[in-house]
């Protein structure tokens, strides 16, 4: 009689658990300091989002199709975890910070389709935004195809958009895009529409009222492409856009694909002030860990290069040994040799460079062409880094020379097989301990993390571009500022900056102040300077002596203040020391008034432009005041840089 009674109890104690789940109809999930709420809809499979009780992101759609079910509809939700806490440490030599710390309260809700068929998606609230990503939990080896994704993300009303572009496949320069180098729109109310229809590329920025988002992926691991946004988005919805068919290794997969286990990427949203997300590091938060790998080699640093100014002519012994010297000269640790090296240069020879480079302590990094069937450019070395067996054979050439690490261009796109591309490179260039930079390249996606050995990728319209022709030089004041706050807001960026004096064929609009100030306020685990050894003659020697000391990577990272297009400025911190960049974008003057009460009473050199002169720098001393206020002034497209007393 007693265990019936228990069984009948127990029963009814499951009966009412069910009858809980089935009747829930929202699941709410709180940052740990309860700014942000994300409140999921299990019925109608949505989501929205509030920040300080006022909602950010309307009604917007979760799930997936996946050739053999649908996840997108009519799922019978069958449990939900009580949120808990979830953290992490790490550390990073190629980031706005050395050691970050992750903290969030994660929410797993398990699904189940009309075929039985089993998803999960797991949220993650942060204080400074809001992640989501699915995971297929049932043990499989047969590969799964993923046709599309119906996660959306709309906005409200009013709310404002920075984006670029996502350039079609196979266009532009010997059919190499798209690669992330495109100018933004900027401040363009949400729902119009991308001049392209392969959509809009992350990081994308948006603001409602005095809120603001940035919508990125992290994590793609080895089963999913990389993905964009729709080019339309009706009503405000911005829908994930996988990539064009051309977006590959001809024969190899697109889209998404794997056994199961599977887990897709994360689909982050950075919310709160500018600030907030300027500061925000979830595009690493939620990349896979750093894989295991040999960490003596993985040395950040600067580099001369000399092909942005002086092209393929320069690509010859006697110039590439004049920039070995010229980055010896300025304490930099490396020297970057581009396309063609192979052909006018050849193998021998640099092997006897990189020996002179080495007991210059200078490291050579070299060119090569990604190539394959969907690369017509015909700069070489090409078709060297196809499969594991030539990149072995050509990664232990280079070890064996000196060689300290490669430069990687044209690739294809987004699509799955060229994502796995990159890792296959990184993978085998960690064993031949060298470093990696990817140019005509997609966004990394947090897969610096992952790879320490990627010390960057361009994935903007950098420099080089600059260098082409007027009206890229016109814009680059506000392209410069964008590309700071939001291209290189999770990912480093080789931007190749910094020309002190001339353009050859340009007219360059920026002061010698604000192309002094991009050495600090972009990031690169590399960063790789455009000013020529002659160009450098003609800057003043307290200018060469702060290239000379500036730090190859940062502690800490403030924002200080600005706004996406006009104007940039942030802190950053080396051990004890604290340097403070800003560049101007707009063509007229601009008062600013900082709030450094961090620094207070501290005491700095100022380096700023004053005449008319090509190279016209100056410098002084200067102290913040008690209040921490310090008030400055500047021209149109100028900037400054303040370095610290320890």
């Not at 939700?77 to 706005?96: C, G, R």
């Not at 958009?161 to 059919?175: I, L, N, R, S, V």
């Not at 040994?321 to 192979?342: F, G, R, T």
Request: hydrophobic residues 40%; contains cysteine; proline residues 4%.
């Amino acid at each position: 009689m007693k265990i019936t009674k228990i069984l009948i109890g127990l029963i009814s104690l499951v009966i009412g658990a069910k009858a809980s789940v089935a009747q829930t109809d929202q699941q709410r999930i709180f940052s740990p300091d309860k700014k942000l709420e994300l409140v999921c809809s299990p019925k109608k499979l949505s989501y929205t989002v509030s920040y300080n009780g006022e909602q950010v992101l309307a009604d917007s759609k979760l799930g997936l199709i996946r050739e053999d079910d649908d996840f997108s509809k009519e799922l019978t939700l069958i449990k939900i975890s009580k949120p808990a806490i979830v953290s992490q440490d790490y550390t990073m030599v190629n980031a706005k910070k050395s050691s970050i710390s992750y903290k969030a309260s994660q929410a797993v809700l398990e699904f189940k389709t009309s075929k039985g068929s089993r998803m999960n998606i797991i949220f993650n609230v942060s204080n400074d935004g809001v992640a989501f990503r699915y995971e297929f939990p049932e043990q499989n080896k047969d590969l799964k195809r993923i046709t599309k994704e119906s996660t959306s993300f709309r906005f409200l009303d009013g709310t404002r958009a920075w984006m670029q572009p996502k350039a079609d496949a196979q266009t532009g320069f010997e059919h190499t895009n798209p690669s992330y180098e495109a100018h933004y729109n900027m401040d363009i109310p949400v729902g119009t529409p991308s001049g392209s229809s392969n959509g809009w590329v992350y990081p994308a920025l948006f603001k409602s009222g005095q809120v603001w988002m940035v919508l990125t992926e992290a994590d793609l691991g080895r089963g999913y492409c990389g993905t964009s946004l729709a080019q339309k988005s009706v009503n405000n919805e911005y829908l994930v856009n996988f990539p064009q068919p051309a977006e590959g290794i001809p024969g190899a997969a697109i889209l998404p694909e794997s056994a199961l286990p599977w887990k897709t990427p994360w689909r982050i949203i950075a919310i709160g002030d500018l600030k907030t997300i300027s500061e925000s590091t979830l595009g690493t938060d939620l990349a896979q860990p750093a894989l295991a790998m040999d960490k003596a080699f993985i040395q950040p640093g600067k580099a001369a290069w000399s092909w942005v100014l002086e092209k393929d002519a320069a690509t010859i012994y006697p110039v590439q040994k004049k920039y070995v010297d010229y980055a010896a000269s300025m304490n930099w640790q490396y020297s970057l040799i581009d396309a063609n090296w192979d052909e006018t240069i050849g193998y021998d020879s640099i092997a006897v460079l990189a020996k002179y480079a080495k007991e210059k302590h200078v490291g050579l990094l070299l060119w090569y062409n990604s190539a394959g069937k969907w690369n017509t450019v015909k700069f070489t070395p090409r078709d060297k880094l196809l499969t594991h067996q030539s990149r072995v054979q050509e990664f232990a050439r280079l070890k064996e020379m000196g060689i300290k690490g490669v430069k990687i261009d044209f690739f294809a796109g987004d699509g799955l097989s060229m994502i796995n591309y990159y890792r296959d490179i990184l993978e085998d260039a960690a064993s031949y301990q060298l470093l990696v930079n990817f140019h005509g390249a997609t966004l990394p996606r947090g897969l610096q993390r992952t790879y320490p050995n990627l010390m960057t990728t361009e994935a903007v319209f950098g420099y080089e571009m600059i260098s082409f022709g007027q009206d890229a030089a016109n814009k680059a004041p506000s392209h410069s500022v964008m590309s700071a706050m939001v291209r290189n807001v999770f990912d480093p960026m080789d931007f190749t900056p910094m020309v002190l004096y001339k353009i050859p064929g340009v007219k360059r609009v920026t002061t010698s102040a604000f192309e002094l100030a991009t050495s600090v306020v972009f990031l690169s685990g590399i960063q790789h300077f455009a000013e020529t050894p002659s160009g450098m003659s003609h800057v003043p020697d307290f200018v060469k002596t702060f290239l000379m000391e500036l730090p190859n990577h940062w502690d800490d990272t403030r924002f200080i203040d600005g706004y996406p297009g006009q104007f940039y400025i942030v802190a950053r911190r080396s051990g004890k020391k604290w340097y403070v960049s800003g560049i101007n974008g707009e063509n007229k003057q601009r008062d600013l008034s900082l709030n450094l009460a961090f620094l207070a009473n501290k005491k700095a050199k100022l380096i700023f432009s004053e005449g008319s002169a090509e190279v016209n720098l100056k410098s002084k001393e200067i102290t913040v005041g008690s209040d921490g206020k310090l008030g400055l002034s500047l021209k149109g497209n100028d900037g400054f840089v303040l370095v610290f007393e320890d």
